[in-house]
């Protein structure tokens, strides 16, 4: 059964730690993405990574890192210079020249 | 500057009538819009698509309208049923050299179709 994991759906983090989400997707997609949903405010673009051991700042970087070790996975970190982390996070992933992107079922931090 | 705009945050219309969805864009440099369908504390799911060459792509109850000169797209749900509220985003992709696979989102609209 193919398809995108994040854990955990839920996180809780008291203010200036870094926290790590975890994006696993057995798709055997090339290209994978965070997006940041917050209310009213749609999907905004963190970061992306169209292959392995590649990856480009979105519109809201600022704060996040990211790794594409594994063609599999890309965890997201959000460090504590993110000034609102608590938001509800989504992973996404597609083929390569395919504009179709496959969502994830979210974590939602909350940092406290 | 937001490149894809909803306009409108809410929507609610009666089962078995149509949902009538809108999405303006200001960049005329994307090349498929895309609708995708969200319920609460779940990801978007793929719903439908269109390229920009085309004015309309239909997928049973869902159809897709294009308006390139009015850089304007519409999603109309006939009948809307009940499982239909969620709320809907509209994407659409940049034409970027390099392929970039990256979407552009609105804010997303919620529909609620009442029994």
């Known amino acids: 059964d193919g398809g995108i994991t994040q854990s955990p759906k839920y996180l809780f983090r008291k203010e200036g730690q870094n926290v790590t989400l975890s994006c696993e997707q057995n798709?055997?997609?090339?290209?994978m993405y965070w997006y940041r949903q917050d209310p009213g405010q749609g999907l905004r673009l963190i970061y992306y990574?169209?292959?392995?051991?590649?990856?480009q700042k979105g519109d809201i970087a600022e704060g996040y890192s990211v790794s594409r070790e594994k063609k599999e996975s890309f965890p997201l970190t959000v460090t504590s210079a993110q000034k609102n982390p608590t938001a509800f996070y989504l992973c996404?992933?597609?083929?390569?020249?395919?504009?179709?992107?496959?969502f994830g079922p979210g974590t939602r931090l909350t940092v406290t | 500057d937001q490149q894809v705009k909803q306009n409108s945050p809410s929507l609610s219309v009666q089962e078995g009538r149509i949902s009538i969805l809108n999405c303006d864009y200001t960049?005329?440099?994307?090349?498929?819009f895309l609708w995708y369908k969200k319920y609460p504390a779940e990801g978007p799911t793929f719903l439908i698509s269109?390229?920009?060459?085309?004015d309309k792509n239909e997928d049973g109850r869902f159809t897709v309208f294009l308006n390139k000169s009015a850089k304007h797209l519409s999603l109309h749900i006939v009948p809307s049923q009940p499982g239909d509220s969620a709320v809907y985003f509209c994407?659409?992709?940049?034409?970027?050299?390099?392929?970039?696979?990256?979407?552009?989102f609105g804010k997303g609209m919620k529909l609620t179709v009442n029994p």
């Open positions: 996404a992933s597609s083929h390569r020249g395919n504009y179709e992107q496959y």
């Open positions: 798709l055997n997609h090339d290209a």
């Open positions: 990574s169209q292959i392995v051991n590649d990856f």
């Open positions: 960049n005329s440099m994307f090349d498929y």
């Open positions: 269109i390229s920009s060459i085309k």
């Open positions: 994407a659409a992709r940049p034409l970027t050299q390099g392929g970039s696979e990256k979407l552009v």
